[in-house]
């Protein structure tokens, strides 16, 4: 006999039996997708050793481990900046004043719905400004414009009564969005905010555009070179899973977080010990 549950009913004999059949002829069809697309690689002699011998050069292993800091120094300006004008964005748009709040929700709307390419390069060409600073720049006002409606629909998903509690006990409004709001919010906004910096992490590449020379651009200087019958596949299949790399290596710090904070002894329930049998009463 299956047991249920309130949203589906527990898989008998044959559904496990048919999920299994479905699996394997799944996993098949992905097997020989990936065999056909090796197939191909090979049959158009994308794995000749002309085409990876520039990985064996050390001048090319530091063009590739520079611009792979420049791209995590892009990233690094970009996310704390992001994070500190979507925190000043998300405040004027619950301030009680309503200028603040009228300004801060047209800052946020007008950069949410600005393509971040045409943000990076009016800051590049119209104001003249240098590559990197322009890349952070274009970066910081469109992801810290998504970040303020995180942070702002976090607040806002806190229980209401948690806010009037701390209003009743005296606390002012700077001390309730501090000790009681934002950290309960944090942990719901914490995916929504990992999510968002890794589409920072990836936009970086968009420096190449201005001549910034980040990972992507590096890349872009070997996959050209004739000297080694333009190697643009093996270029993709390197840079490619440093990028998934590190945005699955944030991913696993948001985890660590999420799972450091569930175990801090500050978030934690106190326990309360049972009262005994013969405990009296004041006054008994």
């Known amino acids: 006999m299956t047991e249920s549950t309130a949203l589906y009913d527990v898989p008998g004999p044959h ?13 098949a069809l992905i097997l020989a997708l990936a065999g056909w697309i090796l197939y191909l690689l090979f049959a158009n002699d994308q794995f000749t050793s002309t085409k990876w ?11 590739l481990l520079q611009g792979l800091g420049n791209t995590l120094k892009a990233f690094a300006y970009a996310s ?5 004008l979507g925190a000043v964005l998300a405040v004027g748009r619950l301030s009680e ?11 946020v709307e007008f950069f949410r719905a600005m393509p971040v390419l045409v943000m990076i390069f009016f800051i590049f060409v119209a104001l003249k400004v ?3 600073p322009a890349l952070v720049a274009g970066l ?28 009743a006990l005296g606390m002012r409004k700077t001390q309730v969005m501090t000790f009681v709001l ?18 920072a992490l ?21 996959a050209s070179n004739l000297d080694y019958d333009l190697p643009f596949i093996p270029v993709v299949m390197v840079i490619s899973p440093i990028y998934i790399g590190m945005c699955m290596l944030l991913s696993w710090f948001a985890t660590w977080v999420a799972r450091r904070e569930r175990r801090n002894p500050k978030t934690e329930a106190v326990g309360v010990a049972p009262a005994e049998p013969e405990t009296l009463l004041p006054g008994r």
């Open 202 to 222: 990836k936009d970086t590449s968009l420096g190449y555009l201005i001549t910034y020379e980040e990972f992507l651009h590096a890349g872009k200087l070997i």
């Open 140 to 167: 910081t006002l469109y992801n810290g414009s998504v970040l303020a409606e995180v942070f702002r629909t976090g607040i806002h998903a806190v229980a209401r009564g948690q806010g009037e509690a701390a209003y």
């Open 53 to 63: 011998s520039p990985f064996l050069y050390k001048g090319i292993q530091e063009l």
């Open 130 to 132: 240098q590559p990197l």
């Open 97 to 107: 004043h309503r200028p603040v709040r009228w300004v801060s929700t047209l800052v």
């Open 15 to 27: 559904a496990r039996r048919r999920h299994l059949i479905y699996g394997l002829v799944s996993t």
């Open 182 to 199: 934002a950290p309960q919010a944090v942990r719901a906004m914490l995916p929504a905010i990992i999510s968002q910096l890794v589409v």
């Open 80 to 84: 704390v900046l992001s994070l500190v």
